[in-house]
């Protein structure tokens, strides 16, 4: 990213704000600075020459005001970049969730989750030094520096020409060092998403690793990936503190040529001890800035790296596919019911989903069936919204807007987070306990108690458990969405008979309340239990290709 990159203005309207404000607080600051070395200046120089008290006390309260008046924009600023960095992630946030809802699980699922995790998460974290080290003394390079130099150039020519000379190789350091960095710097955002995808992968399939006897290479497999994330880390920080060496070392022996300038002139009485010490004690701050910007860069570069990963989703291609609409909450009419006409789903040039048309009334039960790999939770994508398909999913009622701003689902795999069970089932809405509970009953799961707290991916329910709590979210859904459509995919899959005659009659009961409810299955009792059964059968094999025929002179005597 840019020093200031035009995206972030584009994407972010509260760095806009920052701009304009934290342009007049540098103004503010560079006054106060200015005000601090004429103070002292005047101070110490009438003490020298013996002007009297009353001189004195008022050189004393200038710098005083004006020490005051620098801490004071000094904190005003840190302040304003806190909250603006604060806002900025916030709307950088909602954006990138905004166009991962858009683009649907397939695309997610191509760009990896925990990658996308730890760009939203840890990574737009770091804009806090940003904003709160790098853009300040961005914006008080751009304005301080020009105006020090320009009281010098007023007060001393030359000592505001050695700053002028001296002052380039500061950048030239910064940009030398700053190309290492930023380098390794991307290495290092890499090798840590590489890390959280690990990690997640293991943790998805730990059981799966347990049941093999697997599990401990993972455990060193994380290990190594981890010490090779630390032995970068601190390599990265070992150009961090020779750029911040080679700053300090540029910056002091530029000031040094000008102590020398002005020391000289002094002894020989060229230059008056007024504006020796007042361009004395102003060229520090000229070069201030600079330094400040080059040490806070290395701070910075881990959220200029998740900045570049956000602008990158977000200025990727619209998603294909339905465009998914807010939920109505709209009273059913009786007799509505969803169309599914000639779908069909390809991947990669392979027919994941062969052309399926059918159609669900509201009020009915209807299951999908089909033997494994045939596309029954494909179908449901595509009825979602999350699959690019062909065909067209309609409600029959033309009139009744969008058909993926009125679904309820739930998938195979629960998805619970940390939290409460009461959270995870209103997960995205308003916890109403009333409603909680009636959910939880209505999936077959009124002994779970709403207010158990689970741990990461729904630790400390059983399988069965998870995937009712998993419906009972979706039934929450329809309770308070008003929901048309409840799409669900193997409920039962992990429940005995008793349990999973209480999940089909809840599902009914939905049903009778005017919602089309399907449900994918393999299991003959929620199939018997259905009004109506689609049966999907697999796509057709592609022909083979037909071999050439032969011209009567090729062929064998």
């Known amino acids: 990213m840019k020093p200031l990159d035009p995206r972030l203005l584009r994407y972010a309207s509260a760095a806009r704000a920052f701009l304009v404000l934290g342009a007049v607080l540098g103004v503010l600051q560079t006054v106060s600075v200015v005000g601090v070395a004429w103070g002292a200046t005047r101070a110490v120089v009438s003490v020298v020459e013996g002007t009297g008290a009353g001189a004195t006390g008022e050189a004393l309260v200038v710098l005083a005001v004006s020490v005051v008046a620098r801490s004071a924009t000094s904190w005003a600023l840190e302040a304003v970049a806190a909250r603006t960095a604060a806002t900025v992630k916030s709307q950088l946030r909602a954006r990138v969730l905004a166009a991962v809802t858009a683009r649907g ?40 520096t020009p105006l020090i130099v320009g009281v010098m150039l007023v007060s001393d020519w030359l000592s505001a020409v050695i700053v002028l000379v001296t002052l380039p190789i500061i950048p030239l350091f910064m940009v030398l060092i700053g190309w290492t960095t930023r380098a390794a710097q991307d290495r290092q955002w890499e090798r840590l998403q590489a890390l959280a995808a690990s990690f997640l992968d293991a943790v998805e399939g730990l059981s799966t690793l347990k049941v093999f006897g697997r599990e401990r290479r993972q455990v060193e497999r994380i290990g190594r990936l981890t010490d090779d994330h630390r032995r970068h880390t601190m390599a990265v920080l070992r150009v961090s503190f020779l750029s911040g060496f080679a700053l300090e070392l540029a910056a002091s022996l530029s000031v040094a040529l000008v102590a020398v300038s002005v020391g000289i002139r002094l002894v020989d009485g060229s230059l008056a001890l ?9 060229a520090p701050e000229a070069f201030l800035p600079l330094r400040q910007v080059g040490a806070a860069f290395h701070a910075a570069s881990d959220g200029v790296a998740a900045a570049e990963g ?72 595509a009825v979602r919204g999350e699959a690019p398909h062909g065909g067209e999913v309609r409600w029959r009622d033309a009139d009744r807007g969008c058909v993926v701003g009125d679904v309820a689902w739930s998938g195979q795999r629960a998805g619970l987070v940390s939290g409460t069970v009461a959270e995870n089932v209103a997960l995205g809405d308003e916890v109403d306990p009333p409603a909680v509970a009636a959910a939880l009953r209505a999936a077959g799961a009124p002994d779970v108690d709403p207010a158990l707290v689970l741990g990461a991916g729904g630790g400390g329910l059983s399988g069965g458990q998870a995937q009712r709590v998993a419906l009972a979210r979706a039934l929450y859904r329809v309770e308070r969405r008003g929901a048309r459509l409840l799409l669900v995919d193997e409920p039962s899959s992990a429940l005995d008979a008793v349990t999973e005659a209480a999940v089909v009659a809840g599902l009914r009961r939905v049903a009778a309340r005017g919602v089309a409810v399907v449900v994918v299955t393999h299991r003959a009792a929620v199939r018997d239990a259905a009004d109506d059964v689609v049966v999907l059968a697999p796509a057709p094999a592609p022909a083979p290709a037909p071999t050439p025929a032969m011209a009567p002179e090729e062929l064998p005597a």
């Open 274 to 282: 007024s504006v020796g010490l007042f361009v004395l004690l102003l």
């Open 310 to 381: 956000v602008f990158a989703v977000l200025e990727e291609g619209p998603a294909t596919g339905p465009t998914p609409a807010r939920a109505t909450a709209d009273p059913v009419e009786p007799g509505d019911a969803l169309v599914v006409s000639g779908v069909s789903v390809e991947r990669g040039g392979v027919v994941s989903l062969a052309a399926t048309s059918f159609v669900a009334e509201t009020g009915r039960v209807t299951a999908v069936t089909g033997p494994s790999g045939v596309g029954k939770s494909t179908l449901l994508a």
């Open 105 to 144: 699980r397939e695309w997610v699922a191509e760009r990896g989750s925990a990658r996308l995790t730890t760009l939203v998460g840890p990574g737009l974290d770091a804009l806090d030094e940003y904003f709160s080290r790098y853009l300040p003394q961005l914006l008080l390079t751009a304005l301080a």
